[in-house]
């Protein structure tokens, strides 16, 4: 079974561009976390979403970020026009929802911004 | 506002020894509290957790301590081996209805358990 995966793993662009990374959550997982770690920072909780469905986004800054998750595919964060502050690692975690509340963690997208 | 604190930020422990690890909480109503583990370039795997009702937790050579009056919780990480070195989050999580749990980190502690 394999876990959450995440890519790219490694995302650089250059300031204004916009930045893709893609979660696929383990099999039978229909919750996804997104969250944000700065250099020497623990992790920032962004958004939870389900299947087509935005649940919580209190975390998310209000500008040039969105996420989804469709019903088809892996989870999606967007970021538009990025700028140098946006250099982070972005980690995903999947859980089932409803027998356990657990979170899966994957292995991370580290973003830098020229 | 940071709602849990964690420290020290790092530490070194020599192998054999007891590596501690403490947190604090503001929030009362949190209800679970785990900790994670997190290697270099990966992403962090939950390690251990404790409801608040419970005042210690034990498996293997990890230990969770919890003082629901202090508000504090403590990771205690046994006879601690190179391998066990990684940085570890203390967490608080508030569970909602229709599985959704919101999960609040400490910032992380990086241990290095010296040979």
């Known amino acids: 079974n394999a876990g959450v995966m995440q890519n790219p793993r490694h995302l650089v662009r250059r300031r204004g561009q916009e930045a893709r990374l893609r979660c696929s959550p383990m099999?039978?997982?229909?919750?996804v976390y997104w969250y944000r770690q700065l250099p020497e920072e623990g992790l920032k909780f962004m958004v939870y979403?389900?299947?087509?469905?935005?649940?919580?986004e209190s975390g998310m800054p209000k500008e040039r970020f969105s996420a989804e998750f469709p019903k088809e595919g892996p989870s999606i964060l967007r970021i538009q026009q990025v700028v140098r502050g946006d250099s982070a690692a972005y980690f995903c975690?999947?859980?089932?929802?409803?027998?356990?509340?657990?979170?899966?963690f994957g292995p991370g997208t580290r973003l830098t911004v020229l | 506002q940071q709602q849990v604190k964690q420290s020290p930020q790092s530490l070194i422990v020599q192998k054999g020894g007891i590596s501690i690890i403490n947190c604090a909480y503001e929030?009362?109503?949190?209800?679970?509290f785990p900790w994670y583990q997190q290697f270099p370039g990966k992403g962090p795997a939950l390690l251990i957790a404790?409801?608040?009702?419970?005042s210690e937790k034990k498996e293997g050579r990890f230990t969770i301590s919890f003082n629901k009056s202090a508000k504090q919780f403590s990771l205690h990480i046994m006879d601690s081996q190179p391998g066990d070195s990684a940085t570890y989050f203390c967490?608080?999580?508030?569970?909602?209805?229709?599985?959704?749990?919101?999960?609040?980190f400490g910032i992380g502690t990086k241990l290095q358990v010296i040979p």
């Open positions: 975690a999947s859980s089932p929802g409803t027998t356990s509340n657990e979170q899966f």
């Open positions: 099999k039978g997982h229909s919750h």
């Open positions: 979403l389900q299947k087509e469905n935005i649940i919580d």
């Open positions: 929030n009362t109503a949190f209800d679970y």
């Open positions: 404790i409801r608040p009702d419970v």
């Open positions: 967490a608080a999580i508030l569970l909602n209805s229709g599985g959704y749990q919101k999960v609040t």
